[in-house]
């Protein structure tokens, strides 16, 4: 099973970057819905590009600035239509800072194919979508589409706002970045060009800047010592993010008894052994050191630890490894 590594996920983060001049759209129909009526020219004339509208929308300021890094601004302001598939801020707040800036070192390289992977030719609409439908990317691998309940994924990733228009085309939000099938390659070189785990799990965790939570948890349970021994540990971390997901008052109540119930829910995300994506099968399960199993679901390029995703994998520290997940698990009552 091939899993993204943060250097890749954070890469992903600049995919609009990327997208070089593309040919005819090669999108199926709809199986059950009519497409969206196009815009009048006049009501096109009287939009922004797609640059202009992730500028105006307040919440892609990584992806603009990726595009003014790799020189694609004129390339996203051109007549298109492009169809791009847009992470935002948030979906990269959990990845360790520096690894941008090595793999815009080579802007032209592995970088861009992973890039061209999140634009499909042509202009998409969320009415043109159906569930199992399969389109090319600017990359030449293709995405599938998930439609249920109401919900629509790409690969793994959850459409969070769909038919964003601009005069050239369409952005469709996403709250994680998504591969193609022959990132592995990449994946591995651009692991090689980053340096060797800076310290223990505790302070890669600390570098990182986005498990401030999750530290203040730990410490608070007495359980830093634990986590800066030997090891190895695999960590299956939670971000600010999810932490602040939970109801309101839910960590400070677990603050109050740091010994009870925080002491279980933390050792719930911790497993015994360094336990890399690449040992992980679908409906594999691991005891954690609080007792009880934990169970994973691979799917569709996807890996799930019981319901929480994971967004990023295989952080490596001197004494384990951290995988990042968007929820915080609890264990069995």
């Known amino acids: 099973?091939?899993?993204?590594?943060?250097?890749?996920?954070?890469?992903?983060?600049?995919?609009?970057?990327?997208?070089?001049?593309?040919?005819?759209?090669?999108?199926?129909?709809?199986?059950?819905?009519?497409?969206?009526?196009?815009?009048?020219?006049?009501?096109?004339?009287?939009?922004?590009?797609?640059?202009?509208?992730?500028?105006?929308?307040?919440?892609?300021?990584?992806?603009?600035?990726?595009?003014?890094?790799?020189?694609?601004?004129?390339?996203?302001?051109?007549?298109?239509?492009?169809?791009?598939?847009?992470?935002?801020?948030?979906?990269?707040?959990?990845?360790?800072?520096?690894?941008?800036?090595?793999?815009?070192?080579?802007?032209?390289?592995?970088?861009?194919?992973?890039?061209?992977?999140?634009?499909?030719?042509?202009?998409?609409?969320?009415?043109?979508?159906?569930?199992?439908?399969?389109?090319?990317?600017?990359?030449?691998?293709?995405?599938?589409?998930?439609?249920?309940?109401?919900?629509?994924?790409v690969n793994a990733a959850n459409v969070v706002a769909a038919d964003i228009e601009a005069s050239n085309g369409v952005i469709h939000v996403i709250d994680q970045v998504i591969l193609p099938p022959d990132a592995a390659a990449s994946e591995e070189s651009a692991a090689d060009s980053m340096a060797a785990p800076a310290g223990n799990i505790a302070e890669v965790a600390a570098a990182a800047g986005n498990f401030t939570t999750l530290l203040a948890a730990v410490e608070a349970a007495g359980l830093v010592d634990d986590l800066t021994g030997a090891g190895p540990f695999t960590v299956f971390a939670p971000t600010d993010e999810a932490f602040a997901a939970l109801p309101a008052g839910t960590i400070d109540t677990l603050l109050a008894d740091p010994e009870g119930a925080l002491r279980d829910i933390l050792l719930y995300h911790v497993v015994s052994g360094k336990v890399m994506s690449g040992d992980l099968s679908d409906g594999m399960t691991a005891d954690t050191l609080q007792g009880a199993p934990i169970t994973f679901t691979i799917a569709d390029g996807a890996v799930k630890v019981n319901d929480a995703n994971v967004v990023a994998a295989d952080v490596e520290a001197s004494n384990g490894v951290i995988h990042v997940i968007d929820a915080v698990i609890l264990p069995p009552q």
Request: glycine content about 8%; aromatic content about 4%; overall charge negative.
């Open 1 to 153: 099973m091939k899993f993204t590594t943060i250097a890749l996920l954070l890469v992903t983060a600049l995919l609009v970057a990327a997208c070089a001049p593309m040919p005819a759209a090669q999108v199926a129909p709809a199986a059950t819905e009519a497409p969206a009526e196009a815009p009048t020219e006049a009501a096109a004339e009287g939009m922004a590009d797609i640059v202009d509208t992730a500028v105006a929308a307040g919440g892609f300021t990584t992806l603009v600035a990726a595009v003014e890094a790799a020189g694609l601004v004129d390339t996203l302001k051109g007549e298109g239509p492009f169809t791009v598939f847009a992470p935002t801020d948030e979906a990269f707040a959990a990845l360790p800072a520096g690894t941008v800036e090595a793999l815009l070192a080579d802007p032209e390289g592995q970088l861009t194919q992973i890039l061209l992977y999140h634009v499909v030719p042509g202009k998409v609409m969320s009415t043109d979508l159906s569930d199992g439908m399969t389109a090319d990317t600017a990359q030449g691998s293709p995405v599938t589409f998930t439609v249920a309940d109401g919900k629509v994924m």
